[in-house]
């Protein structure tokens, strides 16, 4: 089942906690020191805030899935539809590790589909860099136009050090 994806970038966190946990009528199911995240269940969604972004308001939009299978057939849909496609595989960023790609609208909105595989204690983990993995703009704000998407590597280091968005992911 998927579940929608939004991340919006605030300059205070505590108030924007307080905000939306009024707003929703539930507390974050997960709160660091520039991030917080719901999980809500109706209408579903994975609403995260963070103080990564370069100015406040929405960053970018996805779906989150529950299997690997789904995050396949939203690929195949992407590639299928000829749409430029960042294939990040598995990554860590937003204190979890994932499976996810990345596609862009016509606007230029990031669209991030992702298979969350569990949480782990940082923001991210730094990628090593190797043959496979070049610097690429992978994460959301200023995020990759369809050109740079498709001039990308099929693998990139989501918020690591070579990143040049870095840490603004998720």
């Not at 020191?33 to 999980?39: N, S």
């Not at 960023?93 to 298979?115: L, M, N």
Request: net charge negative.
């Amino acid at each position: 089942m998927k579940r929608f994806h939004v991340h919006m970038h605030v300059d205070d966190l505590a108030k924007s906690i307080a905000f939306y946990s009024r707003l929703f009528a539930a507390e974050p199911a997960r709160v660091e020191g520039d991030y917080a995240k719901w999980m809500l269940e109706d209408p579903r969604v994975n609403f995260a805030i963070s103080t990564r972004g370069d100015k406040p308001g929405v960053d970018h939009l996805g779906f989150q899935v529950d299997e690997a299978d789904e995050l396949a057939e939203l690929k195949a849909r992407a590639e299928g539809a000829d749409m430029a496609l960042l294939d990040e595989g598995a990554t860590t960023c937003c204190y979890a590790r994932s499976d996810k790609h990345w596609i862009t609208d016509p606007q230029g909105v990031a669209w991030e589909h992702f298979h969350t595989l569990g949480n782990i204690p940082v923001f991210n983990e730094a990628a090593a860099p190797s043959a496979a993995t070049t610097a690429a703009a992978c994460c959301p704000t200023g995020a990759p136009s369809a050109q740079a998407l498709a001039a990308a590597p099929a693998q990139a280091a989501c918020c690591g050090p070579k990143s040049t968005v870095a840490n603004k992911c998720c």
